[in-house]
């Protein structure tokens, strides 16, 4: 691993950084002290793996041996425990890192407002007991209409939401009419699916994530609105290099690396300046219209629905390393 010490001044890397806010799409901590960003994004995968390496065990272990003597059933004392690991990891991030660290909420609540905001409030509970200012938390939630509805109510309790899982202007549409802090729109993922759709490499500008992502931002910057964009899911350079300027990328500690260690000129591709003449209307979603114009983004739909799929398997494989432990 290139460390930040090794790293030049002109990196492609450093370049960014003077563009973009740079966040870590992993759990691991020396990937954060090597390449120093300044915020953090984990998810039930990344937790998942982490766990599974030696170095981390421990943070597994400790949350079982605190919770294991608690006065609670099976169940409970899983899901507490598993809530623990989550927050163990997100502050030995923030010993790392200068701003925010992402914690995912249960991917399985993905469509029950009530249980996403009272899981969301437990967790930033959970962090201000241990003298993390919720500020530097963002909860991320699937951008499904109960999650962006859940956003919304949090944001009035100033608890900073990262809507996560999201692959269309219509669910970027309603997080912004919600005034969620962040969302995460997919590249990588949105590549992926038209790939196999369509058989074809897309490369630069012609990546459908890429485009995805870039007309996401302009909707925003030429609208007003404050929520920050924060592209995710790269599958190679290329993709972020294309989205220079936007608000936040998060990039995974082999795309790091490869950036740290290349040296060509970066262009800055995004700024709100650009995005004043983008030729886009202003659009709202109620509840209705929303899941129409969702449903009728066959990519988006089918992505969306994986990616809960996905995350709730790590969730459910993670509570069966807990259960063994106990």
Same mark, same amino acid.
């Given at each position: 691993m290139t460390s930040s010490n090794t790293a030049t001044e002109t990196s492609q890397l450093a370049q960014l950084k003077n563009m973009t806010r740079i966040v870590a799409d992993t759990g691991d901590f020396e990937?954060?002290?090597?390449?120093?960003?300044?915020?953090?994004?984990?998810?039930?995968?990344?937790?998942?793996?982490?766990?599974q390496m030696d170095r981390y065990r421990e943070i597994l272990e400790a949350a079982v041996a605190d919770w294991k003597e608690?006065?609670?059933?099976?169940?409970?004392? &899983?899901?507490?425990? #598993?809530?623990?690991?989550? +927050?163990?990891?997100?502050? =030995?991030?923030? !010993?790392?890192i200068p701003g925010r660290v992402s914690t995912e909420t249960d991917a399985r609540l993905s469509f029950d407002t009530t249980g996403i905001i009272e899981k969301s409030r437990h967790l930033i509970?959970?962090?201000?007991?241990?003298?993390?200012?919720?500020?530097?938390?963002? &909860?991320?939630?699937? #951008?499904?209409?109960?999650? +962006?509805?859940?956003?919304? =109510?949090?944001? !009035?309790?100033?608890?900073?939401?990262?809507?996560?899982?999201?692959?269309?202007?219509?669910?970027?549409?309603?997080?912004?009419?919600?005034?969620?802090?962040?969302?995460?729109?997919?590249?990588?993922?949105?590549?992926d699916w038209y790939k196999k759709e369509t058989g074809k490499e897309f490369v630069g500008a012609d990546d459908p994530g890429v485009q995805s992502v870039q007309e996401i931002y302009k909707y925003y910057k030429k609208f007003g609105y404050e929520t920050e964009v924060m592209g995710a899911s790269f599958r190679n350079t290329g993709q972020i290099l294309e989205l220079a300027g936007c608000d936040l990328l998060t990039i995974s500690p082999d795309l790091l690396q490869t950036l740290s260690e290349t040296e060509?000129?970066?262009?800055?591709?995004l700024s709100p300046e650009l995005a004043q003449d983008a030729p886009v209307e202003k659009m709202s979603y109620d509840e209705k219209t929303f899941r129409f114009a969702f449903n009728e983004d066959a990519m988006a739909t089918e992505k969306t629905a994986e990616g809960i799929r996905n995350f709730s398997i790590d969730s459910a494989t993670l509570e069966r390393l807990i259960a063994q432990q106990l």
């Amino acid at each position: 691993m290139t460390s930040s010490n090794t790293a030049t001044e002109t990196s492609q890397l450093a370049q960014l950084k003077n563009m973009t806010r740079i966040v870590a799409d992993t759990g691991d901590f020396e990937t954060m002290r090597a390449y120093q960003p300044e915020d953090a994004t984990t998810n039930p995968s990344l937790i998942l793996k982490a766990v599974q390496m030696d170095r981390y065990r421990e943070i597994l272990e400790a949350a079982v041996a605190d919770w294991k003597e608690k006065p609670l059933s099976h169940k409970n004392k &899983i899901e507490a425990i #598993s809530d623990e690991v989550l +927050i163990r990891f997100g502050i =030995e991030i923030l !010993k790392i890192i200068p701003g925010r660290v992402s914690t995912e909420t249960d991917a399985r609540l993905s469509f029950d407002t009530t249980g996403i905001i009272e899981k969301s409030r437990h967790l930033i509970d959970l962090y201000e007991k241990r003298g993390i200012d919720r500020e530097r938390v963002l &909860i991320k939630i699937a #951008s499904t209409w109960e999650g +962006i509805q859940a956003a919304k =109510e949090l944001e !009035k309790e100033n608890i900073r939401c990262n809507l996560t899982l999201l692959f269309s202007l219509v669910q970027a549409v309603a997080c912004a009419d919600a005034e969620v802090q962040l969302i995460s729109p997919f590249v990588g993922r949105i590549y992926d699916w038209y790939k196999k759709e369509t058989g074809k490499e897309f490369v630069g500008a012609d990546d459908p994530g890429v485009q995805s992502v870039q007309e996401i931002y302009k909707y925003y910057k030429k609208f007003g609105y404050e929520t920050e964009v924060m592209g995710a899911s790269f599958r190679n350079t290329g993709q972020i290099l294309e989205l220079a300027g936007c608000d936040l990328l998060t990039i995974s500690p082999d795309l790091l690396q490869t950036l740290s260690e290349t040296e060509k000129p970066v262009e800055r591709k995004l700024s709100p300046e650009l995005a004043q003449d983008a030729p886009v209307e202003k659009m709202s979603y109620d509840e209705k219209t929303f899941r129409f114009a969702f449903n009728e983004d066959a990519m988006a739909t089918e992505k969306t629905a994986e990616g809960i799929r996905n995350f709730s398997i790590d969730s459910a494989t993670l509570e069966r390393l807990i259960a063994q432990q106990l």
